[in-house]
Every structure is written in C-alpha cells, then in structure tokens.
C-alpha cells in the first residue's frame, strides 16, 4: 500500500525530454520525494529527492508542486539506456515503501 | 569495485532446505537492509540493520533470520524454504537509517534470484 500513485507505463523517443508524474495526495509536512529507478535485471538506483523546492543533479530534475501533494521527474534527453521501471516513494523516518512504479520504454 | 555486492546471484534449491545469502558493502555506511521483489516486482523492506543492531524488521516469518558480524556485513538465512520465498533479494546501505537520516540514499546490489523448486 505504497502512498504514491504512478501511471503504470509511458513512452517516450530517443533524445526527447519525459515527464515522469507522481501524486502524494497524502504527503505529510516532513516527507521527502525519493526517486529511485530499477533498470532490466538490476538493483534499484538512487536518482534524486527532494522536499519542497525543485532539485536539479546530472541524472534530473524534480520538480514539486507548490501544495507538495504531486511531483514530476524529468530526463531532460532520453537515451535507451533510461529504459527502465522509475519509483517515486515518500520518506519519512521509518518508510521506505515502494510501489508499481512507471515503466519507462524509450524508442530509438 | 562493486559498492554492494551479493552472493550467490543465483540459487536454486528444494523446498525445505536452508539456505543463505551473504551482503557485503564497502562504502562505510552504518545501515544495512534487504528487501524482496515478489513475482509481481513489488520491492519490500524486511529488514534494517544500524550498526549491527536489528531496527526494523518487518512481518516478515520468522523462518528468516538476518545476521551481522560486522557493520559491512548482513547476510540473511532462510530455514526451512518454501515455494513462496522464491523471488528477488536486494541488500541496501545507507550512510544513515531510516529512523535517522530521512534524506539518506540508498545503494542496492545487484540481488539474488531465488527459486525454490
């Protein structure tokens, strides 16, 4: 019973940017946003977190809207290599749940 | 060298044996833990181990019994197998825990497939 809710797919084309949305409707005053990903066969992977202002590093961006109840993960260019399931997850001092989470399919 | 590493990466066995997986991370962090992805790939905590103390531990059966010799190290063993353990093992370390650090990354190891015939 993960607090997130994610689409369960998206596509996207080589080279172009993807919106990743997240809703946590329910998100409490001390939750920060994680985003992890889990390419094919692998562990997951840290990509970025936040807790109220937008968060840029040299994997994406995240940006949290105002009221904090959704967020988007954004890969500015997509690459094969992106293909992968992306999990948005709350976290607070003792969670860390992870739903279904998005898979991503990037098209030559 | 590999942050979190996981042995073996694959095992498959009967039901009813026991069996263990070892975890070893070399980034000096204080918090271990390891999750199971069921067939429907939803990932679960079972486990977190800080400084070689047991502070989470899920409703997980007691069948499962995590051990830390030291802080680098958090193996788990798994008695008596049962056709429903089968699934995917991920260890993780984090510098902090979850009761400790809440904007802490976690570093994964690659998992261990387990299928119990």
């Known amino acids: 019973d993960a607090k997130t809710t994610q689409p369960n797919s998206m596509e996207s084309n080589e080279e172009e940017p993807v919106h990743l949305p997240c809703n946590h409707s329910?998100?409490?005053?001390?939750?920060?946003i994680h985003w992890y990903r889990q390419l094919p066969s692998q562990g997951p992977e840290y990509v970025i977190h936040g807790l109220t202002s937008n968060v840029n590093n040299r994997m994406a961006s995240l940006a949290i809207a105002e009221d904090r109840k959704s967020s988007t993960l954004i890969l500015h260019r997509a690459t094969l290599r992106d293909a992968a399931v992306y999990y948005c997850i709350l976290r607070d001092d003792n969670d860390m749940r992870f739903g279904a989470g998005t898979r991503l399919t990037v098209k030559p | 060298d590999t942050a979190v590493s996981q042995t073996p990466k694959y095992l498959v066995t009967q039901m009813g044996n026991d069996k263990s997986i070892k975890c070893e991370q070399n980034l000096g962090h204080d918090t271990m833990y390891w999750y199971k992805q069921d067939s429907k790939k939803f990932l679960k905590i079972m486990f977190s181990y800080n400084n070689k103390e047991l502070i989470i531990n899920e409703t997980v059966p007691n069948r499962f019994s995590p051990k830390s010799p030291d802080k680098a190290h958090l193996n788990l063993h798994i008695n008596s197998l049962e056709l429903g353990d089968s699934a995917v093992y991920f260890c993780?370390?984090?510098?902090?825990?979850?009761?400790?650090?809440?904007?802490?990354?976690?570093?994964f190891g690659p998992g261990t497939r387990l299928l119990v015939l």
């Open positions: 329910t998100i409490s005053g001390t939750d920060y």
């Open positions: 993780a370390s984090s510098q902090g825990g979850l009761a400790g650090g809440i904007g802490e990354t976690q570093y």
